[in-house]
């Protein structure tokens, strides 16, 4: 069984830095894409950022120049930087895999969510 775990959602004051992580776990054989999603109150959920297991990234427009995505391939793991937080940023961040399992296909995870607020 796949799990996805966040973690490190919590207030910051507008400009703040805050730093999410994202553990996958289980008979993982490979993570071909790691992305953070985010949705706000009466939102859709929305795409923040995307990393490729080769490292291509991709962002949305609304966090271009201060989000940075990375992952640790050996570690199952994805990392979203966050820099000059904007009230706009609150949300709850989501994690998510496109991943194969040991003698399956690859198929889409997505993790519990964790909490960003961004207020003064």
């Known amino acids: 069984q796949v799990q996805l775990v966040e973690s490190g959602g919590c207030l910051v004051q507008p400009g703040g830095s805050l730093r999410l992580s994202c553990v996958a776990s289980g008979s993982i054989f490979r993570i071909n894409v790691m992305g953070w999603y985010r949705q706000a109150p009466g939102k859709e959920r929305e795409l923040v950022a995307t990393i490729t297991y080769g490292g291509s990234t991709v962002y949305a427009d609304s966090v271009k120049g201060r989000f940075t995505i990375s992952r640790d391939n050996a570690r199952n793991t994805v990392y979203l930087e966050m820099s000059s937080l904007k009230p706009e940023d609150t949300a709850v961040y989501y994690c998510?895999?496109?991943?194969?399992?040991?003698?399956?296909?690859?198929?889409?995870?997505w993790g519990q969510g964790t909490q960003v607020t961004v207020s003064s």
């Open positions: 998510n895999a496109h991943l194969i399992v040991f003698g399956s296909y690859e198929r889409q995870y």
